[in-house]
């Protein structure tokens, strides 16, 4: 992170290209893991899948995310991510496919809304959200203690509390992540790191996607 960024970033075209694809794969997965009914039952009879996906997601997560020069080595940069792109689309695609379709598509469609909104914000806003990441980083960290919670306090009403928290948290992430990207506020990510930004951005939403997805199927309870 550099703290005395340029004015303009070149590299915001790159990442929301990459972002796309991203999102892409993961919707993809989404549909075809909710509307195909031979699908659907496949990775509900086998969640065994879930947990290699979630191992393979996690590996390829540390590579991007603490080996630096890895992740700016062209092309394994984009073979790691491409991998972790693929396990977190099953991983959300299984999710998915234990809630009903209706609150898929309500959720993929209110998701669509709030990121997009937050998105245009933080690109014309002059206030700057990069300066709470500190903060953000607290409350991600009483989030997920208040998850441990929850596993033990099994309760609608606290579940629904958990997952608007989480959204909101993840809402707030979203924006410093696309300043970051600017390179115009206090901090920014350095030109090389498109594939880093790309990351922080798609695992922003994905997560904004699931807690939202996890307030509506605990609603229609």
Same mark, same amino acid.
């Given at each position: 992170?550099?703290? /005395?960024?340029?004015?303009?970033?070149?590299?915001?075209?790159?990442?929301?290209? %990459?972002?796309?694809?991203?999102?892409? %794969?993961?919707?993809?997965?989404?549909?075809?893991?909710?509307?195909?009914?031979?699908?659907?039952?496949?990775?509900? !009879? &086998?969640?065994?899948?879930?947990?290699?996906?979630?191992?393979?997601?996690?590996?390829?997560?540390?590579?991007?995310?603490?080996?630096?020069?890895?992740? !700016?080595?062209?092309?394994? /940069? +984009?073979?790691?991510?491409?991998?972790? =792109?693929? @396990? +977190?689309?099953?991983?959300?695609?299984?999710?998915? @496919?234990?809630?009903?379709?209706?609150?898929?598509?309500?959720?993929?469609?209110?998701?669509?809304?709030?990121?997009?909104?937050?998105?245009?914000?933080?690109?014309? =806003?002059?206030?700057?959200?990069?300066?709470?990441?500190?903060?953000?980083?607290?409350?991600?960290?009483?989030?997920?203690?208040?998850?441990?919670?929850?596993?033990?306090?099994? /309760?609608?009403?606290?579940?629904? %509390?958990?997952?608007?928290?989480?959204?909101? +948290?993840? =809402?707030?992430?979203?924006?410093?992540?696309?300043?970051?990207? +600017?390179?115009?506020?206090?901090?920014?990510?350095?030109?090389?790191?498109?594939?880093?930004?790309?990351? &922080?951005?798609?695992?922003?939403?994905? /997560?904004?996607?699931?807690?939202?997805?996890?307030?509506?199927? !605990?609603?229609?309870?």
């Amino acid at each position: 992170i550099n703290c /005395n960024p340029p004015v303009a970033h070149p590299t915001c075209p790159q990442v929301f290209l %990459v972002l796309t694809l991203q999102l892409t %794969v993961t919707f993809a997965f989404v549909t075809v893991f909710t509307f195909v009914k031979g699908v659907r039952g496949f990775v509900q !009879r &086998n969640v065994w899948t879930y947990y290699v996906s979630y191992a393979v997601f996690f590996i390829s997560l540390i590579v991007l995310s603490c080996c630096g020069d890895f992740r !700016r080595k062209h092309p394994w /940069n +984009l073979v790691s991510l491409s991998i972790l =792109t693929v @396990s +977190l689309s099953y991983m959300v695609g299984m999710i998915a @496919s234990f809630y009903d379709t209706e609150a898929v598509i309500m959720a993929v469609g209110i998701t669509v809304v709030v990121c997009f909104t937050v998105v245009i914000f933080s690109l014309q =806003t002059k206030y700057d959200f990069t300066s709470c990441r500190g903060v953000l980083i607290i409350c991600l960290v009483v989030l997920i203690l208040f998850s441990i919670l929850c596993i033990f306090i099994r /309760n609608r009403i606290v579940d629904i %509390v958990y997952a608007s928290l989480g959204a909101l +948290l993840f =809402t707030c992430f979203l924006a410093v992540d696309t300043q970051l990207i +600017l390179g115009n506020k206090q901090l920014a990510l350095s030109p090389e790191e498109y594939i880093f930004a790309a990351l &922080n951005l798609y695992t922003d939403i994905i /997560n904004i996607f699931l807690y939202i997805l996890a307030i509506i199927g !605990r609603a229609k309870e």
